[in-house]
């Protein structure tokens, strides 16, 4: 469960994180092992396993995220970022909560790996 995770843990108080932002919604922390000068996450409060997981009722929520990352990637001061959502272990997932990395600050080649 979305809850169970390091994220989960997070979101309850139980582990501290670097907060960049907080709403009823969703919380965004910096990256303890970052891609780039600036890597945010974005997760929801609602423990949501993956965008695969995401369910029609949560339509609003996940573009409140979207609209999160923006806002962030702005606060940090980048003019250029990337949004990633992994949905699964084979697509890099290692956490099993919903978060949208945020990353930016240095160039970023295509593909990504």
């Known amino acids: 469960m979305a809850d169970d995770t390091i994220f989960g843990k997070i979101l309850r108080g139980e582990i501290p994180c670097d907060e960049v ?23 929801p409060r609602k423990p949501i396993e993956s965008l695969r997981s995401g369910a029609a009722e949560d339509a609003a929520l996940l573009g409140h995220l ?41 160039p970023l080649a295509w593909p990504p790996g």
């Open 66 to 106: 979207l609209l999160v990352a923006a806002r962030v990637a702005k606060q940090e001061g980048l003019d250029d970022f990337r949004t990633v959502i992994n949905s699964g272990a084979g697509a890099g997932q290692t956490v099993f909560h919903l978060h949208v990395h945020v990353i930016g600050g240095r």
């Open 21 to 43: 932002y907080s709403d009823e919604q969703c919380l965004a922390f910096r990256d303890v092992a970052p891609q780039a000068p600036v890597h945010v996450l974005v997760i």
